[in-house]
């Protein structure tokens, strides 16, 4: 298993129990679910925006020529790609659990609780969407200097 995987994998299961230890009690309204969504689907955009930069940026294009010191098998562009691809599905992932969620709702149901086993994921997956959406930020922000750099030379 790559680091990768076993990172996200350690924050989600950590996040299961700190979930299910200290905040099992806290009361929610159904409305917070599609505000979830909501919110995933906005940095589901971001992730494809920022993907769409990286394809006009000279600088990426050299990150093709150099092999990443942490893998000497793949390239900067193929690393920079792979932790796209897993925000990506991790994103997709996330809205299908929170999509899914809405149907077994009853919608009389107005408060609902992170302790009921049907929500014991929830801290986990915004706890990974954020972890890699942060990483992704910073990914973003680096190439926007390294391009801003080339084009001032």
């Known amino acids: 298993m790559s680091k990768k995987y076993f990172t996200a994998t350690v924050l989600f299961l950590v996040s299961l129990l700190v979930q299910i230890k200290f905040f099992s009690n806290i009361q929610f309204s159904l409305s917070t679910i599609s505000d979830i969504v909501t919110f995933l689907s906005i ?14 940026s000279k600088y990426v294009s050299s990150l093709y020529e150099i092999v990443d010191r942490n893998n000497k098998g793949v390239t900067l ?6 932790n796209y691809k897993f925000g990506l599905i991790l994103t997709l992932l ?18 609902l609780s992170l ?3 049907i929500f014991y994921p929830l801290i986990g997956f915004l706890v990974l ?7 992704m930020l910073s990914d973003l922000i680096k190439i926007i200097i390294q391009e ?3 084009r001032a030379v």
């Open 77 to 82: 562009l193929d690393t920079l790609t792979n």
């Open 43 to 56: 940095l589901f955009g971001f992730y494809v925006t920022s993907l769409a930069i990286f394809v006009t």
């Open 129 to 135: 969407d954020f972890v890699y959406c942060f990483a």
């Open 148 to 150: 801003g750099k080339s």
């Open 115 to 117: 302790g009921d086993g």
């Open 94 to 111: 996330s809205l299908m659990y929170f999509i899914g969620v809405q149907f077994f709702i009853p919608l009389q149901q107005s408060t």
